[in-house]
């Protein structure tokens, strides 16, 4: 059964998936194949498990997450870094086939006026799985960081950081400077939600490393809260953290 005829909707989101534009300097390809996802994506948003070795001779897989408002035209995905084109088959919600991505060299050319360096067309498909582009880098000035250079984008991407997790970090006041800081937030399961949560339980305007340890140790938002029930001001970090490893 193909992809691109089949009924259901994640057939048809599958196919509005692809890399193609005419301008494209590159070509990289591997196979692809649905995942099982949790529940915490938007309805409609397909997951696909993607197998690769673009910039990297041993290889790997990473999940390319694509929204319904995403797509084009049948078996295309167009992202500012390159265009993703599917090929393959589905049946009952399951399918696989292989991809194909062509890298832009719009953002290339944008990237190197802005002083970060050329990337490769394997650094632009970890762009275009992270989805960062003009409106990320954008995001960064308006914010005050340091213009991050291509290693820092594509790590940032690689990691899973991108416009949605900065924005939202600004908005809670974390503005970290660095590109680098913010991966690391990120990567210590440093989220919106808990800065929020640490905020309202008298804990705002942390630093980086204040926010890290915290999370490191397991100091949730409600913990600080009770800790701090009846007292006239709020514990220090290191004595929420002394009091969360059960020393007095």
């Known amino acids: 059964m193909s992809a691109f ?10 196919c509005g998936l692809l890399p193609g534009s005419g301008r494209a300097q590159q070509a990289l390809s591997g196979a692809w194949e649905t995942e099982v996802t949790g529940k915490d994506s938007p309805p409609g948003t397909v997951h696909l498990r993607l197998r690769y070795r673009a910039g990297d001779p041993a290889g790997g897989t990473v999940r390319l997450s694509v929204r319904p408002g995403e797509l084009e ?8 870094a390159g265009t993703f084109t599917f090929e393959g088959a589905l049946r009952d919600g399951r399918g696989a086939g292989r991809w194909t991505f062509a890298a832009d060299p719009g953002l290339a050319e944008l990237l190197e006026r802005r002083g ?6 394997g650094q632009q498909f970890w762009l275009a799985v992270g989805g960062l582009g003009r409106d990320f880098l954008d995001e960064l000035r308006a914010q005050g960081y340091a213009d991050p250079g291509v290693p820092e984008l594509v790590r940032a991407a690689r990691h899973g950081v991108g416009a ?9 006041g974390y503005r970290f400077g660095s590109l680098g800081v913010l991966v690391r937030m990120y990567d210590h399961g440093v989220t ?8 309202e339980a008298g804990y705002p305007a942390l630093s980086a490393r204040e926010l890290r ?6 100091v ?4 600080a809260r009770q800790a701090n029930t009846g007292r006239p001001r709020p514990r220090s970090v290191e004595a929420l953290i002394a009091l969360r490893r059960g020393r007095s």
């Open 116 to 121: 970060a360096g050329r990337p490769s067309p």
């Open 73 to 80: 035209v049948p078996g295309r995905l167009r992202r500012e």
């Open 5 to 14: 005829t089949a009924a259901s909707a994640l057939a048809v989101l599958i």
């Open 164 to 172: 949605e997790y900065l924005r939202e970090m600004g908005a809670q």
């Open 192 to 199: 919106p939600a808990y800065a929020r949560g640490l905020a």
């Open 220 to 223: 949730t938002p409600e913990f």
């Open 213 to 218: 340890r915290l999370r490191d140790h397991g």
